[in-house]
């Protein structure tokens, strides 16, 4: 059946054949295959050649697309929740009228639940702003707010307000949240001090400073002395546009008084709380309004908190014997 010359390989118990035919078939199908990789070369390259050069064009309309998708997404964004365009001044100011954060006011609605708006007003004259309150009162929310109005506005969006004038902001510096960093070997405080040096030897008068709880990374007592040399050089150094919270509220006012600073351009605001009683337990409870008003919080209500996070009730006894401690004084026996 098959010639002499169609055994390709002999084997001990068998012979391989392959019938001549059989291999210029196979040397046609690789000549093929090779010409069409050629030719899917000379296609490619000559697509390559064209696209380059339209390259000035492609990347023209790439930007147009760009423009539009940026642009489009703005405006379905303002017309779905509510956004006003911001006007610009050239005196350093940041008035906001029902400021409100676009992010945490999404996941609000989502649960059938209203974001309370603020108002913000910090011009050349009075552009220190002093945030106590409890935790959970909206200190953060607030502070975040206000940069992402500040971004939104400079970078062409309309924001989430009922109005907004504002001074061009040349940096904005953020000093929020407590964390370390283990790779670098920095503790929490030293990267709060990081973060804060930072601020007080950039920030310039066009600045927008985002300050969060300075010094509770370390002691009472000298995180106190910190947060008080860090408002007082923003004051009188930097004199940025500053959002300042803080639970050492009412002692900061006291160093201010004690040092006889001139307080004209610093605001005092806290969160406000509504205070009530259990009706069964008579227990204190709280509630947060989130609505800023003026004064300083003299209290963080951090049992209330505590015990809204499910603290246990004997910790608690704990706590208000270390606190009546605290507040008289310790007596040795």
Not at 6 to 15: Q, W
Not at 176 to 202: P, Q
Request: aromatic share 8%; with cysteine; glycine share 6%.
């Amino acid at each position: 059946m098959f010639a002499e010359h169609d055994v390709r390989e002999k084997r001990k118990a068998s012979l391989l054949y392959k019938p001549q035919s059989w291999a210029n078939l196979q040397d046609k199908r690789s000549s093929c295959l090779h010409d069409i990789e050629n030719l899917e070369k000379e296609i490619i390259n000559g697509l390559r050649s064209k696209v380059l050069e339209q390259t000035s064009l492609i990347r023209h309309t790439s930007r147009c697309a760009d423009f539009l998708d940026v642009t489009s997404s703005f405006a379905v964004l303002a017309e779905e929740n509510d956004f006003v365009a911001p006007s610009f001044v050239k005196s350093p100011n940041l008035n906001i009228v029902a400021g409100r954060h676009a992010v945490v006011e999404a996941g609000l609605r989502e649960n059938g639940q209203m974001f309370h708006p603020n108002d913000t007003r910090l011009n050349s004259r009075e552009n220190v702003w002093v945030i106590s309150g409890p935790n959970m009162g909206g200190k953060s929310t607030f502070l975040r707010q206000n940069a992402i109005i500040a971004i939104l506005a400079q970078i062409g969006s309309f924001v989430p307000a009922s109005k907004v004038s504002m001074g061009i902001v040349d940096r904005i510096f953020t000093r929020v949240g407590a964390a370390d960093d283990l790779y670098s070997d920095l503790s929490t405080f030293m990267v709060e001090m990081i973060e804060t040096s930072n601020i007080l030897k950039n920030a310039t008068p066009r600045s927008l400073a985002i300050v969060d709880e300075i010094g509770r990374g370390t002691s009472g007592k000298e995180g106190l002395a910190i947060a008080y040399a860090t408002l007082m050089s923003l004051v009188k150094k930097n004199k940025c546009r500053t959002l300042f919270a803080t639970h050492f509220g009412r002692e900061i006012k006291d160093l201010l008084e004690a040092d006889k600073v001139d307080q004209s351009s610093i605001r005092f605001r806290k969160t406000k709380i509504v205070e009530q009683k259990d009706q069964e337990t008579s227990v204190p409870t709280i509630s947060f309004d989130y609505a800023l008003e003026d004064g300083i919080s003299d209290r963080s209500y951090a049992f209330e908190v505590a015990r809204l996070a499910g603290f246990p009730s004997y910790a608690l006894e704990y706590a208000n014997r270390a606190l009546i401690h605290l507040d008289n004084g310790f007596t040795k026996r």
